[in-house]
């Protein structure tokens, strides 16, 4: 594994749209170890690949409580339900020193794969839910302060 470096706001691939990952391959499992070194080396809840420069719809999520499902890495997901609604502070690796009030869905369920290309369904409410929604935007190239 190895740390990558964190693409910061003002970089214009963070607006891009990502890719669908076709290819489940060793290239996509050492991204996501990459990625979940250089998340948990900064202490952060939440990873997606365009954040390291990687146009692809794949993230790592680890809220750091186990009762939440502990580390997750979810490839091409999707929000398939939410429900209700939160306000709380959030912020991202890509934006430092930063945090903003900001409403998401109270829960969200989401449909993904995981890194064999299996589907796999999650669901997670408040701070995970705000993460989920946090990376699949990511993957649309929208940003936490574009809701502010
Ligand atoms: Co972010």
Redesign the pocket.
């Known amino acids: 594994m190895a740390k990558r470096n964190i693409i910061k706001l003002g970089d214009e691939i963070l607006r891009k749209q990502s890719k669908p990952v076709e290819v489940f391959d060793e290239k996509l499992w050492t991204l996501l170890d990459d990625m979940k070194e250089t998340m948990y080396a900064i202490g952060g809840v ?1 990873l ?1 690949a365009v ?1 390291v420069g990687i146009l692809k719809r794949a993230t790592v999520i680890d809220t750091g409580e186990p009762e939440e499902g502990g580390l997750m890495e979810l490839i091409n997901p999707v929000i398939t339900k939410s429900e209700g609604s939160k306000t709380d502070r959030e912020g ?3 934006i430092p020193d930063r945090e903003e009030k900001i409403t998401r869905p109270e829960t969200v369920w989401v449909s993904a794969q995981d890194r064999h290309g299996n589907k796999i369904e999650v669901s997670g409410s408040g701070y995970l839910a705000r993460a989920l929604c ?2 699949i935007d ?1 993957m649309n190239g929208v ?2 302060i574009d809701k502010i």
Request: glycine share 10%; with cysteine.
């Open positions: 939440g997606a954040q991202c690796l890509s946090h990376e990511h940003l936490y």
